[in-house]
């Protein structure tokens, strides 16, 4: 005969509930193990437990009534557990322990059941070292029906609602669940909570509830219905009705204006304006150089071959501050190219032929105007005069100053300047101008074209994009080396000369060979030579400044 054992767990785990049912034949049909198996039919039972039960469960030992006195009579009896015939090493798992009493009480404890512990355990009665009796358990696990999450038909989702004193509120709640007749002991109820506490004000609040089943009966209906009138600030709140320890919200606010609400929100855009400010005041020349680098005007194709004209003067400081500060650090870090100049720009108060053509030449114009570069002539005689001159050769030239000018006693020119910001840039360059970070810098480069990086190619990166093979642009062109620079943050002045020498002067003209030359001289001096032949079909009217005139004494 086999025997189904059905337990029933309580919060502690351990009421059981015992219903023996006679089976359908000899029970070998049950297990597919055989006789020579750990497993014996006649003593085999089911065991259920829900997947939701408590963290810890107990399994007992079903010992008969022979097994238990033998226990409690012999000294030398004992009791091993099994899962599927093969010995449990409880040493090796913290979730699993057995317990053994005299009084024939066994039963093995589990802690933090799963899925995983379902199977066949048997527990087998030894006298020394012969079997004497066998107790199988076979556990399933199942999910409890009761644990089964509501559907939720109405509302759909929560809703939050606005209503002024004196409304009437009336909140539907409708869940559908699924139903088996086995287990009617399920909870299928509503509850209304408010704020997380029980409605228990029936004077109040108004109640009904009713169910109903689908055509097959496998699913139930609940629908309650909470009715109310809003007579005080104390009936609004979160209403929630509750269903297997699922709810659905009813938010429920005055519809009257909330003064402490408007002034929090006042508040707080109050400080997100100040934040936004001081954001502002801080990050003001990084977000103009983003923007500027990313949607600003591109100067190319303008026929420029240098981004900026720098004027300072022959002395020894305003020379290492031009040549080991200035320069080193915005060509090899920010690829401009500059052209530098250290004498007198406007000699009798009027800009050179040179000067002017030289200027017409770059983009930008920088004047270094230090405390030496103020004593030159125009400067110390008719400042304001020669800065209308400079304001013609360049739209609003950059003036670099110092920091011992702006302080103290000021220079007139200093003044004069400030009174034309608008015409001019003026920047200042001060003890915390050296790191390349500082402010000097960006608005330096603000005040300098938006460049773009060009891998390293044959041409300028300028008129690249022109597909300009001009050999006249690209013989002995030292300023496109893009070899990478060893210092980035500035140059030493020790890994060679600074100023390099012009490049080799060579004629447009073909060379024509003299008589009695050999053939190698020859040879080599056609390597030099430029073919000119396409130079009639080409259009230069963009660029008429790259070309000097060729006199007649010159051919």
């Known amino acids: 005969m086999r025997m189904k054992l059905v337990t029933v767990l309580t919060a502690a785990g351990i009421l059981f509930l015992f219903a023996a049912v006679k089976g359908n034949g000899t029970g070998k049909n049950r297990t597919a ?139 539907n709640c409708t869940a559908k669940l699924q139903y088996d007749s086995r287990f009617t002991w399920c909870n299928s109820t509503i509850q209304w909570l408010k704020d997380g506490t029980m409605l228990v004000n029936a004077n109040h609040y108004t109640y009904s509830e009713r169910s109903w089943f689908d055509n097959n009966a496998t699913n139930k209906f609940i629908a309650s219905v909470l009715t109310f009138n809003i007579a005080s600030e104390k009936d609004y709140g979160v209403y929630s009705c509750l269903v297997r320890n699922s709810s659905m919200v009813f938010t429920l606010k005055s519809a009257s204006l909330n003064h402490t609400a408007a002034v929090l929100a006042a508040i707080l855009v109050l400080i997100f304006l100040v934040l936004a400010v001081l954001l502002i005041a801080k990050c003001r020349l990084n977000c103009k150089l983003w923007y500027r680098d990313k949607y600003g005007e591109l100067e190319m194709n303008d026929g420029k071959l240098h981004d900026a004209y720098v004027s300072y003067s022959s002395k020894t400081d305003d020379r290492k501050f031009v040549n080991f500060i ?48 103020l004593e030159q002539e125009w400067c110390t005689t008719n400042f304001r005069g020669g800065l209308w001159r400079l304001l013609e050769l360049s739209k609003k030239p950059i003036f670099i100053i110092f920091e011992n000018q702006s302080s103290g006693i000021a220079h007139p020119a200093i003044n004069i300047l400030k009174s034309h910001s608008k015409h001019v840039t003026l920047i200042s360059w001060t003890s915390r101008s050296v790191t390349s970070s500082s402010d000097f810098w960006k608005e330096l480069r603000l005040a300098l074209p938006r460049k773009i990086t060009h891998r390293c190619t044959v041409g300028d990166p ?31 002045g020790v890994r060679g000369p600074i100023f390099k020498g012009p490049p080799p002067r060579v004629s447009a003209l073909p060379i024509v060979s003299t008589v009695g030359s050999s053939s190698s001289d020859h040879q080599d001096l056609n390597k030099t030579e430029i073919d000119v032949s396409d130079l009639g079909s080409r259009n230069y009217g963009a660029r008429s400044d790259f070309y000097c005139l060729v006199k007649d004494d010159d051919v």
């Not at 004992?78 to 699993?96: G, H, P, V, Y």
Request: charged share 20%; aromatic share 12%; net charge negative.
């Open 462 to 492: 300028q008129i690249h994009l022109q597909e300009d093979k001009d050999p006249m642009l690209l013989l002995n062109a030292d300023y496109l080396d893009c070899t990478a620079d060893p210092d980035p943050e500035g140059d030493l």
């Open 326 to 373: 200035l320069k080193p650090h915005l060509e090899n870090k920010y690829n401009y190219k500059l052209y530098l100049h250290d004498n007198n720009i406007l000699p009798n108060l009027e800009p050179s032929a040179e000067v002017i053509m030289n200027v017409s030449r770059c983009r930008r114009f920088i004047i270094v105007l230090s405390r030496t570069y």
């Open 33 to 171: 193990q055989g006789t020579d198996t750990c497993i014996d039919t006649d003593r085999f039972y089911d065991h259920t437990i829900w997947t939701d039960q408590e963290p810890v469960n107990y399994l007992f030992c079903p010992l008969d009534k022979v097994s238990v006195e033998l226990l409690q009579t012999s000294a030398v009896t004992r009791l091993e557990w099994q899962k599927n015939c093969t010995a449990i090493n409880f040493t090796s798992s913290t979730r699993l322990n057995s317990e053994f009493y005299r009084n024939g009480t066994a039963f093995l404890t589990f802690y933090k059941l799963g899925k995983e512990d379902a199977g066949s355990y048997t527990c087998t009665v030894y006298v020394g070292d012969q079997r004497n009796a066998s107790f199988t358990i076979r556990v399933t696990m199942e999910d409890n029906p009761c644990s089964t999450y509501p559907e939720f038909m109405s509302p759909f989702g929560n809703n939050t609602y606005q209503l002024y004193t004196g409304d009437q509120v009336t909140f």
